[in-house]
């Protein structure tokens, strides 16, 4: 079942700080939306969806939508209201800071049909927070994570790699807590120097260096492994190429791939095929040409960007040919292979595999 966004822009809305890192106008790619605007926003994406058994959310993002005046939220959620009383959207979601959580707020979102609340965590280290402006600790976090829950709304956290103060080590430590949160949903985003923001300012002076596009690839594989182990859906890496987020002057540095989701992806089919491999010629001996397999809608993760994939392992392990061939079948992310005479694969890697032998 697909599922779609229709995305509400409110940037810099009922934020109490200015992160060192924010700079939302870029970001979001244009400016506050209106209440006047909502229908008009979302009867327009409505005409684009065909498909009628499509789950459809309104999705309020940008600011903390929680921290805004009162009656301002009332309003933008009763503009959305009658479309989920008449099913033409089954969900509304919204961000908001970890500190802008209270029962009274979450009353009020669920009287107004509200389903999902993602926090923008960033980060469960103090010393990161502090160091980004974020103006709240990690308890804060875990309290306002707890009470989402126990009032039946689906929890989202969105977190960030690279900020200043960070490293590989805190990063695991945080994936390791949000896994004991049990949020549904993670969003994982490298932190870019955005023109306009006192990182850029650190940057500048020599201050801050943001992660290379290889190391922010490497901890969020390894963020993920850990989530999808847990069975937490990781709903987004990187963040979306929006027009204005690529246009010149906008990114002064830091790890921004448009497709680095798929990057993300296409290194942990690698370390699969690669453990593959090395079983295959344990058991069967060493071979010069082998098959790959996978699942048809996972060759451009197996081949990687410009088949990167399949050069690199064919240069590791010193092989004349490395061929892929897709094999159908119920299940995905997984990895086979075999001699180039066999048909099917004669050692398989699944993920639920991959995760025992990484020893997570």
């Known amino acids: 079942m697909k599922h779609y966004n229709i995305p509400i822009f409110i940037p810099h809305l ?208 390894d963020m993920y492994v850990r989530f999808r182990k847990a069975d937490i859906d990781v709903i987004r890496m990187g963040l979306h190429p929006a027009e204005d987020l690529r246009s010149e002057g906008t990114i002064i540095a830091g790890p921004f791939h448009p497709s680095f989701g798929e990057l993300v992806e296409q290194e942990i089919f690698k370390e699969q095929a690669a453990e593959a491999i090395k079983r295959l010629f344990a058991v069967y001996g060493r071979q010069e040409e082998i098959i790959l397999f996978v699942h048809p809608r996972d060759l451009s993760k197996m081949s990687g960007q410009k088949r990167d994939n399949i050069y690199c392992l064919q240069e590791y392990f010193s092989l004349s040919k490395v061929a892929i061939k897709s094999l159908d079948g119920p299940e995905r992310d997984w990895v086979g292979a075999a001699g180039v005479s066999s048909a099917l694969p004669q050692e398989l890697i699944s993920r639920e595999r991959w995760y025992e032998l990484l020893g997570i």
């Open 14 to 221: 009922g934020c109490p700080f200015k992160c060192i890192f924010c700079n939302q106008k870029k970001i979001a790619s244009q400016e506050q939306t209106l209440v006047e605007g909502v229908v008009r926003i979302v009867e327009n994406h409505l005409q684009t969806i065909a498909d009628q058994d499509a789950q459809i959310e309104v999705a309020f993002f940008g600011g903390n939508f929680t921290a805004i005046d009162e009656d301002l939220q009332r309003a933008y959620l009763q503009a959305v209201y009658p479309f989920l009383k008449r099913n033409e959207i089954q969900g509304i979601r919204l961000s908001t800071r970890p500190d802008c959580i209270d029962l009274k707020k979450l009353n009020l979102l669920a009287e107004w049909g509200v389903n999902t609340i993602e926090l923008g965590v960033q980060s469960l280290n103090d010393e990161v927070l502090k160091a980004s402006c974020r103006g709240y600790k990690a308890e804060e976090v875990f309290k306002a994570c707890h009470l989402i829950k126990e009032q039946g709304f689906k929890l989202g956290i969105q977190l960030m790699i690279g900020l200043p103060g960070d490293e590989h080590e805190r990063d695991m430590e945080t994936a390791g807590i949000v896994v004991s949160l049990q949020p549904d949903m993670i969003r994982i985003y490298p932190t870019l120097v955005i023109a306009a923001t006192h990182l850029e300012t650190m940057y500048l002076r020599g201050e801050y260096q943001p992660l290379s596009l290889e190391e922010a690839v490497a901890v969020s594989k």
